[in-house]
Nanobody
Framework: QVQVVESGGGLVQPGGSLRLSCVAS????????MGWYRQVSGKQRELVAI???????NYADSVKGRFTISGDSAKKTVHLQMSSLRSEDTAVYYC?????????WGRGTQVTVSS
């Protein structure tokens, strides 16, 4: 059984920062990527950032220069440092793990940016 668990969401004021964390456990042995997506109610889930086991990262244009992804595929952990947050960053953030055993998702953590 595989578990993907996110943490670190919450309420933050515009311009503030948050750090999301994700850890995967269970029968995952060959992680090749880990990343974050987000979804606003009524809209499609969108890629925020992703990092490969070789450390290559990719970001949505809307978060470049503000968010930083880091991860350790061996430890099956990934983090998302979010700075200069805007109201439009408000969403449920989902962690995803890509592995040769399959692709897995967490249940999401709410991030709300509001004054």
């Amino acid at each position: 059984q595989v578990q993907v668990v996110e943490s670190g969401g919450g309420l933050v004021q515009p311009g503030g920062s948050l750090r999301l964390s994700c850890v995967a456990s269970g029968s995952i042995f060959s992680v090749y990527s880990m990343g974050w997506y987000r979804q606003v109610s009524g809209k499609q889930r969108e890629l925020v950032a992703i990092i490969t086991r070789n450390g290559i990262s990719n970001y949505a244009d809307s978060v470049k220069g503000r968010f930083t992804i880091s991860g350790d595929s061996a430890k099956k952990t990934v983090h998302l440092q979010m700075s200069s947050l805007r109201s439009e960053d408000t969403a449920v953030y989902y962690c995803t793990v890509g592995s040769f055993e399959g692709d897995y998702w967490g249940r999401g953590t709410q991030v709300t940016v509001s004054s």
